[in-house]
């Protein structure tokens, strides 16, 4: 009886061995990869728009390069400071500028893509809290492939000097 017990948490312990193994490993790979995420993806300048505290949406611009070889497509943004989260990009239509939401940007391989004033841009809409000048909001942009990656864009009245390039058109 008490053989088999031995028997038995001697499978226990080697199961668990093994996980504590899988486990040293995987932390080790962490420790010794690149800090370039799976996608590629880095991110600069990212911000939002300051608004007056009765203004219950703003929106997020940032430059996303791709530095792989393949193209990257953002299918998500997500955020905890608003309600609704949405890619829009600005269109005009009957000599109107309006916006309208998109499912996914691409970013092209070795290239880079703008979220800028004028053109595509995060919507924030029904704010969980007024936004000011010096804070930042946590932005969660998820790739085709279904990596994320966490964004700190801080609120300005204005853009940062580098974004405040015009969109061109490609
Ligand atoms: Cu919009």
Redesign the pocket.
């Known amino acids: 009886m008490s053989q088999t017990l031995d028997q038995i948490s001697m499978v226990g312990l080697k199961k668990m061995h093994c996980v504590v193994g899988l486990l040293s490993t995987l932390l080790l790979l962490g420790s010794v990869a690149s800090p370039v995420r799976a996608d590629s993806l880095t991110i600069d300048n990212a911000w939002v728009r300051a608004m007056p505290p009765s203004v219950k949406s703003t ?1 997020a611009y940032m430059k996303v390069t791709n530095g792989s070889d393949s193209p990257v497509e953002i299918v998500e943004v997500a955020s905890e400071a608003a309600d609704m989260v949405q890619m ?1 990009e600005h269109s005009m239509k009957d000599g109107m500028m309006s ?1 309208q939401q998109v499912f996914s940007v691409q970013v092209p391989a070795n290239s880079e893509f703008m979220f800028a004033p004028g053109g595509h ?1 995060i ?1 924030l809409m029904g704010l969980t809290a007024a936004l000011e000048e010096g804070d930042s909001v946590e932005l969660t942009l998820t790739t085709k492939s279904g990596n994320s990656q966490v964004v700190q864009a801080q609120v300005m009245k204005n853009p940062p000097a580098e974004a405040d390039t015009p969109v061109h058109a490609h």
Do not use: E, F, T
Request: glycine content about 0%; hydrophobic content about 60%; proline content about 0%.
């Open positions: 929106a829009h916006m841009h919507m």
